[in-house]
């Protein structure tokens, strides 16, 4: 099964290399002020996990920068993860506005906030 997992895990990494979408042009000035926006926004994520990639893809063609955290290979983002976000489950939007972290799980939800934060 872990072979069967690598292998696929292979196969979406290199299909998300081969057609990584564009990023959403905009102003200097209007860039500058979505990546403030989104300073404090982490991705605790897989490399291969699919909806990891879903989100990432999204964060891409938004044109987002958004620090990506790997769970899997790095233990400090984990226990981050589990003891901060309640549990290990990825792909995780650890949101910090205002002094308030907001932990939003699901991919569908991650990305409707993140359009939502773009627009």
Sequence with gaps: MKLVRW????????FNFVFTPRSKKRASDEQAK??????QFKLYQFKACPFCVKVRRAIKREGLNIETRDAKNNEQYRQELLEQGGKVKVPCLRIEQNGQVQW????????????????
């Design 104 to 119: 939003l799980y699901e991919s569908n939800d991650i990305i409707a906030y993140l359009n939502k934060v773009a627009a």
């Design 7 to 14: 292998f696929l895990g292979c196969i979406i990494l290199f």
């Design 34 to 39: 979505l990546d403030q926006q989104t300073s």
